[in-house]
């Protein structure tokens, strides 16, 4: 079979592994040839490839990124999107299309699935909020740097007797806060999940310095509001072509709001795309691999319209309807065990 793939959306440590798997398992164990689109959907569309043999993917196992590069391109916004994606797969004479990403890339596969042409997905999202899979590649990655973002910051808070506001990603949801705030000792985490409320963030940093406990660390995600139905905080009013706003500076206007009621001197740190670089941990590149793996067996089981899945310790596939149209949400009994933690 010639089997093309894509990693569209988000880079994701571990997008590599899955590649690499793909391509090995493909032209190993069942005499495939593998093409590469460039930069996500857009390489479709545009029919921009990259040839994928033993020799392209020797060595990038490690490496963060993805040797396809990536984008947001949204073929479903253009007017001829699907003929062009039609036309792409009887040039490059495809038999299947592996698409790896999150909702929105996803998305697009589910759209071109409905459409007839032969396409698997495999779950991507560092905020691993993905429906239809117990746990997504990269969160590991994600989470062990930002928690060695917090372990740092302890020292400096301490020394200077300061408030530190540690912003995270976390769109929708607040694992990466979750599990890093807890494994690094935060003081107080916020997440989208739960509306804050700021006089109790205040109140639990008074607590503490009534204790002798002069600094905290705040760990809060991306897209966490205050109660009261105000939205996340945006950077500007640009949207992308899946129509998501960037998110962005809720650890600034935290930061201000706390220094204002508590009188606490507080900094923040925003971690960013520093999340998403770098190399992955062994587990990331272990459960990448097994996706990989998974997604090229499905195409040999005409498994199509379907998603690689890990359900337990064990891989599975799912309809790729059930990861789209809501995100998998932190669980109140996980926040409650947070909650112990906090001031």
């Known amino acids: 079979m010639r089997i093309g793939i894509l990693t569209g959306g988000g880079d994701c440590p571990g997008l590599n592994a899955v590649i690499r798997a793909v391509v090995r398992k493909g032209t190993m164990f069942y005499g495939d040839s593998v093409v590469g689109f460039l930069e996500g959907w857009r390489g479709v569309v545009e029919n921009r490839?990259?040839?994928?043999?033993?020799?392209?993917?020797?060595?990038?196992?490690?490496?963060?990124?993805?040797?396809l590069r990536t984008s947001r391109t949204n073929p479903a916004r253009d007017p001829d999107g699907l003929a062009k994606v039609r036309r792409t797969f009887e040039a490059q004479r495809l038999d299947a299309l592996i698409a790896v990403g999150g909702d929105d890339t996803l998305g697009v596969a589910h759209w071109i699935s409905g459409a007839g042409l032969p396409v698997v997905g495999v779950p991507k999202t560092i905020d691993?909020?993905?429906?239809?899979?117990?746990?997504?590649?990269?969160?590991?990655?994600?989470?062990?740097?930002a928690t060695e973002a917090v372990d740092r910051l302890h020292s400096t808070a301490e020394a200077h007797n300061r408030v530190l506001v540690v912003e995270v990603m976390?769109?929708?949801?607040?694992?990466?806060?979750?599990?890093?705030?807890?494994?690094?000792?935060?003081?107080?985490?916020l997440i989208p999940e739960k509306p804050y409320d700021l006089e109790a963030v205040c109140e639990l940093l008074r607590r503490r310095h009534a204790r002798g406990k002069y600094f905290s660390i705040v760990v809060v995600a991306e897209g966490a509001r205050p109660a009261g139905g105000a939205g996340p905080v945006t950077q500007g009013a640009t949207i992308d072509a899946f129509g998501h706003a960037r998110l962005g500076g809720v650890g600034n206007l935290l930061a201000e709001q706390i220094e204002r009621h508590t009188g606490y001197e507080t900094r923040v740190v925003i971690l960013g795309h520093t999340q998403r670089g770098g190399t992955p941990t062994a587990f990331d590149r272990m459960l990448a691999t097994r996706y990989g793996v998974q997604a090229t067996d499905m195409v040999h089981r005409g498994e199509f319209g379907r998603m690689a899945?890990?359900?337990?310790?064990?891989?599975?596939?799912?309809?790729l309807a059930e990861a789209l149209g809501r995100n998998r949400k932190v669980d109140d009994a996980l926040y409650e065990l947070a909650t112990v933690f906090f001031g």
Do not use: K
């Open 49 to 67: 490839t990259l040839e994928l043999d033993l020799d392209a993917i020797a060595g990038i196992i490690h490496r963060g990124g993805t040797i």
């Open 128 to 145: 691993n909020d993905l429906s239809g899979t117990d746990l997504c590649f990269g969160f590991d990655t994600a989470v062990a740097i």
């Open 309 to 319: 899945s890990l359900q337990g310790q064990t891989m599975a596939s799912v309809p």
């Open 170 to 189: 976390g769109r929708e949801a607040g694992w990466i806060a979750v599990y890093s705030g807890v494994a690094g000792g935060a003081d107080v985490i």
